[in-house]
T-cell receptor, first 114, second 114 residues
C-alpha cells in the first residue's frame, strides 16, 4: 500500500461538517483511496472509497484532488457518535491474496464536541 | 441485516485450554480474514481465506488454526492458548475472493489468557 499521512487529531462541533484530510503523494494509477473508522474497540467500519472522482454515500463524501495526491473525507453533519479514529488507506484492486490485508496507520482521531 | 458476527465477544481463559472463536457472515462473501489488534501494533492479519477450503497464513499465524468448510463460517482455533495471545480479535469479510474492495468487520472478541 502507498503511504498515507494524516494529522494526529482534530475536533469539530456537533452538527458542523468535519473535514478530514489525507495525503497520499505516492499513489499509483490503479490505487483507490479508502476510508475506514474505528469507534473505540469496536470493529473497523468501511466508510467510502474512490479512484479519482468525488464520491458520496449515506455516511460521507470523499473529495479527491485532480492530481490524486490528497483527499478529504467530509462528514456533513457530525454527531457525537462520529467520534472515532479515521483511517485513510490506499490499495489496489490487484492487491490479492496476502496483499489483500488491510494495514491501518495511526489514523486521525476525530473528537466531536457537544 | 447484512453483518459479520463473532462469538464469544469476551473470553477469559487459562493457558493451554483449547478454544474456538466463531465468525459468520450472511453476505455470501468469498473472502474472510482474521486480524488481531494490539496497542501500538495496529491490525495484524492472522489467516485469510479466499474461498471454501482455501486458507492461507497472514502475518502472525503462529499458535492459530482456521478452517473454511462452509462459505459463511471461518472459525479461529487456539489449540493451546498462551498469554501472548491476549488481544482483541476481528473477523472480516469481503465479496470477492481476492479480498479486493471494501472489507466488513465483526464486532470483535476480547480474549484474555491467564
Amino acid at each position: 500500500d502507498a503511504k498515507t499521512t494524516q494529522p494526529t487529531s482534530m475536533d469539530c462541533a456537533e452538527g458542523r461538517a468535519a473535514n478530514l484530510p489525507c495525503n497520499h503523494s505516492t499513489i499509483s494509477g490503479n490505487e483507490y483511496v479508502y476510508w475506514y473508522r474505528q469507534i473505540h474497540s469496536q470493529g473497523p467500519q468501511y466508510i467510502i472509497h474512490g479512484l479519482k472522482n468525488n464520491e458520496t454515500n449515506e455516511m460521507a463524501s470523499l473529495i479527491i484532488t485532480e492530481d490524486r495526491k490528497s483527499s478529504t473525507l467530509i462528514l456533513p453533519h457530525a454527531t457525537l457518535r462520529d467520534t472515532a479514529v479515521y483511517y485513510c488507506i490506499v490499495r489496489s484492486d490487484f492487491d490479492t491474496g496476502a496483499n489483500s490485508k488491510l494495514t491501518f496507520g495511526k489514523g486521525i482521531t476525530l473528537s466531536v464536541r457537544p | 441485516e447484512a453483518q459479520v458476527t463473532q462469538n464469544p465477544r469476551y473470553l477469559i481463559t487459562v493457558t493451554g485450554k483449547k478454544l474456538t472463536v466463531t465468525c459468520s457472515q450472511n453476505m455470501n462473501h468469498e473472502y474472510m480474514s482474521w486480524y488481531r489488534q494490539d496497542p501500538g501494533l495496529g491490525l495484524r492479519q492472522i489467516y485469510y481465506s479466499m474461498n471454501v477450503e482455501v486458507t492461507d497464513k497472514g502475518d502472525v499465524p503462529e499458535g492459530y488454526k482456521v478452517s473454511r468448510k462452509e462459505k459463511r463460517n471461518f472459525p479461529l482455533i487456539l489449540e493451546s492458548p498462551s498469554p501472548n495471545q491476549t488481544s482483541l480479535y476481528f473477523c472480516a469479510s469481503s465479496l470477492f475472493g481476492t479480498g479486493a474492495y471494501e472489507q466488513y468487520f465483526g464486532p470483535g472478541t476480547r480474549l484474555t489468557v491467564t
